[in-house]
């Protein structure tokens, strides 16, 4: 099992440019994450998933747009990147929600500079 | 106030010191607790999670207290692989909360 990947691993954007993260899981999980983290920051929830087809907001939603289509696959876009959003994103899958102690299984990150 | 602080350190310890951290939380509604380890430029990985009860592995204990809304993650015997940076994570109704990191270093 690949468990969680990302790509791509290191992107540089232009002001104003748009991408999509893409995430894939092959562990059957429900749960999908996406997280970014700064230095002294700690990880901060950007967008979750409880299963295909619904999304929802996390702590700093603000300038993403989040898609699950399929199970396996949890997608983040930036519409018109700004240097703020200069940062490493990491994906998380867990097989249910994290009230039962459940492990987030995270990607490998995917390092954004937006000049 | 951030929701969830942790001391940044940096701790640097010898080999087989005794080392502990603590992690504090505001939402007293908080309903799980974990410690994840991140090494330099890598993701983060579950270390342990910490029950009501307090919990051992090996030579990691954590304890968690509610009353006092804090966390801690003891680890003894330190061995030169436990380097990482420690993160406290609190969980509540999706809201996942993750302290900034405490890192350690330990030294021969």
């Known amino acids: 099992n690949a468990g969680v990947t990302q790509t791509p691993k290191f992107r540089v954007l232009k002001t104003g440019q748009s991408m999509t993260l893409l995430c894939a899981q092959d562990m059957n999980h429900e749960y999908m994450y996406w997280y970014r983290q700064d230095p002294g920051m700690g990880l901060r929830l950007i967008h979750y998933s409880v299963g295909e087809g619904t999304t929802a907001k996390g702590e700093v939603p603000d300038g993403y747009n989040v898609s699950r289509l399929k199970k396996q696959n949890f997608l983040l876009g930036l519409e018109s990147a700004a240097p703020s959003q200069t940062s490493v994103y990491f994906c998380?899958?867990?097989?249910?929600?994290?009230?039962?102690?459940?492990?987030?299984?995270f990607g490998p990150g995917t390092r954004l500079l937006v000049l | 106030r951030k929701e969830v602080e942790q001391d940044p350190g940096p701790f640097n310890v010898p080999e087989g010191a005794t080392v502990a951290f603590n992690c504090t939380y505001s939402n007293s509604a908080s309903q799980s607790f974990f410690w994840y380890r991140q090494d330099c430029r890598k993701e983060p990985k579950l270390l342990m999670s910490?029950?009501?009860s307090g919990n051992e592995d090996g030579r990691f204990t954590a304890q968690l207290n509610r009353a006092s809304q804090y966390i801690s993650l003891l680890i003894r015997d330190s061995k030169l692989s436990d380097s990482a940076t420690y993160l406290c994570?609190?969980?509540?109704?999706?809201?996942?909360?993750f302290g900034a990191g405490t890192r350690l270093t330990v030294k021969p």
């Open positions: 994570v609190v969980y509540n109704n999706n809201d996942m909360r």
């Open positions: 998380a899958s867990s097989s249910s929600g994290l009230i039962y102690q459940e492990t987030q299984y």
């Open positions: 910490v029950y009501s």
